[in-house]
T-cell receptor, first 114, second 111 residues
């Protein structure tokens, strides 16, 4: 079955510290991969996407993610977290011929300590 | 550039009633998708519309239906509301095979 697992429900980091959010997926073929961020009471904002090519992708707000086919992972990273990064982060996968039909993980809530 | 807008922002309905949620797509986008996000969960795909026809559907019953209009705006209709329908309903627009752009959602509470 197709699925996305985000093993960390909550993560707390200090402002200025580095961040890595984990995402593992189960899919029949290489999917399109996405990270979205959701602030309280808001919709989802696209941080970055992987379609093909370079497995390290850069996104907005200083985020990056690395696609590792052998591990079925697409972890999100940021070298230095800002207080404004506190939000819920969702990893998602989509089929190459129907990328509108995304399968989302259950999310990781990021808390940032001053 | 105007993003995806949804109305209303909040809605309270009674079990058994019907509800209509509305969405205006981002300029230049020709597909619209709807997602349901229950509290504490990730969004779940309901369906997508392209060229005013349903183009794909998730695991939702027929009482969830939709429309896409010539101007690419869309409606989500839910009949015979159940308590479990309480959720944030997200609309997303895109061009074909391009990333989804989401609106801020409509929070539906069913009592």
């Amino acid at each position: 079955a197709q699925s996305v697992t985000q093993p960390d429900i909550h993560i707390t980091v200090s402002e200025g510290a580095s961040l890595e959010l984990r995402c593992n997926y189960s899919y029949g073929a290489t999917p399109y991969l996405f990270w979205y961020v959701q602030s309280p009471g808001q919709g989802l904002q696209l941080l970055l996407k992987y379609f093909s090519g370079d497995t390290l992708v850069q996104g907005i707000k200083g985020f990056e993610a690395e696609f590792k086919r052998s591990q079925s992972s697409f972890n999100l990273r940021k070298p230095s977290v800002h207080w404004s990064d506190a939000a819920e982060y969702f990893c998602a996968v989509g089929a190459r011929d129907s990328s509108y039909k995304l399968i989302f993980g259950s999310g990781t809530r990021l808390l940032v300590r001053p | 550039e105007t993003g995806v807008t949804q109305s209303p922002t909040h809605l309270i309905k009674t079990r058994g009633q019907q509800v209509t949620l509305r969405c205006s797509s981002q300029s230049g986008h020709n597909t619209v998708s709807w997602y349901q996000q229950a509290l504490g969960q990730g969004p779940q795909f309901i369906f997508q519309y392209y060229r005013e026809e349903e183009n794909g559907r998730g695991n939702f019953p027929p009482r969830f239906s939709g429309l896409q209009f010539p101007n690419y705006s869309s409606e989500l209709n839910v009949n015979a509301l159940e308590l479990d329908d309480s959720a944030l309903y997200l609309c997303a627009s895109s061009q074909v095979n391009s990333p989804l752009h989401f609106g801020n959602g409509t929070r539906l509470t069913v009592t």
